[in-house]
């Protein structure tokens, strides 16, 4: 089908005649299951998945960067019931067709703006989501401007104080993209957000050893102010501890396993 930017096709999986992927300009863009609205199958959206679990139950306020399909907004739904979404991507005629051919969550639970993405992200109230998700491409590459220092400090105004960032980075070897973007973050969002356990870099070993090209997940966990911690040293807000065992063991057992790169590991990754 003729879309604003191109062409879009759905390809039904033939050994699973429910299962779907969503190619844009000729590129698997999304994976989806019409009958379980929790499947992915792209192997970052699950590492994505698994530090959202690691967040606080109940409903989510999640704005999606590159909404094509809506897999991962369609999981958020069905695992938290209720949660506020907004999906941004610059190819209206695209939102429309999506919306007619899958089974995505009504408004107001997933609204869907065609805009690109760092002017939506400008345009949006500081504090206003806690999660936000960058997935969007340009052939095989985040546009520059959505990886940029600007870019970075306009994610971490609109989170809220323990809001996470899920940014979805293409690299191949030697994951040069990464480790600048990687830098990137911590300078907006804070000196002290490798030590505190709030920045992150997820990968297969693989992609992470500069084996072969692949998706690296990059984390970022904005922090919550001293004032909003209690005095028994819980965080009020909620924020999101990197170097908790628990999401090691998540990723790990995945159907392809991950590794997380956190403190003194990802000051080696990130370099000078």
């Known amino acids: ?32 299951d019409l009958d379980d609205p929790g499947f992915l199958a792209f192997e970052y959206m699950q590492q994505m998945a698994a530090v959202l679990a690691g967040m606080p139950d109940g409903p989510l306020r999640v704005l ?7 897999a ?10 209720d ?4 999906g941004v991507d610059v190819d209206a005629r695209l939102l429309e067709l999506v919306r007619s051919w899958f089974a995505l969550p009504r408004s107001p639970r997933l609204r869907l703006r065609a805009d690109d993405a760092g002017h939506a992200l400008a345009s949006l109230a500081p504090g206003s989501f806690d999660v936000v998700v960058r997935d969007v491409f340009a052939g095989d590459r985040t546009p520059d401007h959505l990886a940029d220092d600007a870019f970075a400090a306009a994610a971490h105004r609109v989170l809220r104080p323990g809001g996470v960032l899920l940014a979805n980075c293409a690299d191949r070897p030697p994951l040069s993209l990464a480790r600048r973007e ?24 693989a992609v992470l050893k500069g084996r072969r090209y692949g998706n690296v997940v990059l984390v970022a966990v904005r922090a919550v102010p001293d004032d909003a911690r209690d005095g028994s040293g819980e965080d009020a807000a909620d924020e999101v501890d990197l170097h908790d065992a628990g999401l090691a063991r998540r990723l790990r057992s995945l159907p392809v396993p991950a590794r997380l790169l956190v403190g003194g590991e990802l000051r080696k990754f990130t370099g000078a």
């Open 83 to 86: 949660s506020r979404q907004l």
């Open 64 to 70: 999606h960067l590159g909404a094509a399909g809506c």
């Open 1 to 32: 089908m003729p879309i604003d930017t191109g062409t879009a096709r759905v390809e039904r999986d033939p050994d699973h005649p429910d299962r779907v992927t969503l190619h844009v300009n000729g590129v698997p863009s999304s994976a989806l």
């Open 182 to 205: 990687t830098a990137t973050l911590a300078e907006a969002f804070g000196p002290d957000a490798a030590a505190d356990g709030r920045l992150g870099v997820v990968a297969e070993h």
């Open 72 to 81: 991962l907004a369609r999981h958020v739904e069905h695992e938290r019931p």
